[in-house]
């Protein structure tokens, strides 16, 4: 595979573009937009697409919800880790290999950069398979990309938080390495390794979910223990059991240091959202939520993002994508503003459900994330 196409095409187009969306950010006007990747198993590769928002036919106070594929994007490795951060988003090793091919679908096992570098996985994978150290920069205000250096170490399934302007890469091999840990700095296009001692992590040390609160990386493994890394301190704490294990999924985001998580063990109980306070390490019920889906959209295959303070969940329609059902496949956008109350109690309101897209094949949101541009 050729090396991707380098921005820009017109140099001065492209300065005069980015000058203006400095000068946007600058004045602080800028807007939040939803990415989001979503995949057609096992026929046709997974997409980029954006959530376009726009007056419905010139009306006030009205907006059409709309998915809209974007085509100069190349679809990711199975396993990638994504972080966004201001107007771009940063794809992060995964894996490759013709078995991958079979298992989850055309597309999945095509590195973005061309898979400069990786390691062959046979054990708790496939031969042939390899994890991949390469790193993709995608910006989000023209839609192009290119490589950046790789990491050290190939990975898949790897953690990843952003603490002041560095990236930090968690995992996604053996813990045995002196190169477990990665940080990327931003301003100087480098990686460097962080030096144990790590955390005892399950087999291939590879994570199910992660996020990072109050300036720590939380990342949850395949025995669902709890690992936290707080980079300034240099410090790891481990929990092989509590609250958070038991109910975090990787259908989640972070919003001012809260975790929002689907309930999903007692979603038909009525409390559809749980909250997770990093400080009190416990959970609490989103309350109210009138005109919430109440027909099992959310049992499988949906993914929650942070959309400027408020959370945005997309979801395939799957009571509607069972074997021989030819009915319309859909995927929802459920848009829920939310505030805490004096006495402790969180309450969200739904402003909107709208169906963003109707594909002809059967669909999976595998992710969902916000930039600001």
């Avoid at 880790?81 to 107007?87: M, N, Q």
């Avoid at 839609?143 to 190939?154: Q, T």
């Amino acid at each position: 595979m050729s090396p991707p196409v380098a921005f820009p095409r017109c140099r001065s187009f492209h300065s005069l573009m980015s000058k203006l969306y400095d000068d946007r950010l600058r004045l602080g006007y800028t807007e939040n937009v939803l990415y989001a990747y979503v995949g057609f198993p096992p026929v046709e590769n997974p997409s980029w697409y954006i959530l376009h928002r726009k007056p419905y036919r010139n009306l006030p106070n009205t907006i059409s919800l709309k998915l809209c594929k974007i085509d100069s994007l190349p679809p990711m490795p199975w396993g990638s880790t994504v972080v966004t951060i201001g107007s771009d988003i940063y794809v992060i090793g995964g894996r490759v290999g013709e078995k991958l091919l079979e298992d989850v679908g055309v597309g999945y096992n095509k590195p973005i950069s061309g898979g400069r570098r990786g390691e062959t996985s046979i054990r708790g994978g496939h031969a042939g398979e390899r994890r991949i150290s390469d790193v993709t920069h995608i910006n989000c205000r023209f839609h192009e990309y290119r490589s950046l250096p790789s990491m050290k170490m190939a990975r898949c399934r790897a953690a990843a938080g952003v603490i002041d302007g560095k990236i930090y890469v968690i995992g996604g091999r053996k813990v045995r390495t002196s190169d477990w840990v990665e940080v990327f700095d931003l301003k100087k296009q480098s990686w460097s390794s962080v030096p144990g001692p790590y955390p005892e992590a399950f087999g291939r040390g590879e994570f199910l979910t992660y996020a990072v609160m109050k300036e720590k990386i939380y990342c949850l493994d395949l025995t669902r223990n709890i690992h936290i890394y707080d980079p300034k301190e240099s410090k790891w704490e481990s929990w092989t059991h509590g609250p958070l294990s038991a109910s975090w999924n990787d259908s989640s985001c972070v919003v001012d240091n809260l975790l929002f998580c689907i309930n999903t063990s007692v979603y038909f109980l009525g409390w559809p959202i749980k909250i997770y306070d990093p400080e009190k390490k416990t959970w609490f019920y989103l309350q109210g939520l009138q005109g919430f889906p109440a027909n099992g959209l959310f049992v499988d295959g949906y993914k929650m993002a942070n959309f400027g303070g408020k959370l945005v969940i997309l979801s395939a329609d799957v009571h509607r994508l069972r074997r021989y059902d030819c009915r319309k496949r859909e995927i929802w956008c459920i848009e829920i503003a939310w505030e805490r109350k004096e006495d402790g109690t969180f309450w969200g309101k739904v402003e909107s459900v709208a169906v963003v897209l109707t594909p002809a094949k059967t669909t999976s949101v595998d992710i969902c994330g916000t930039v600001t541009v």
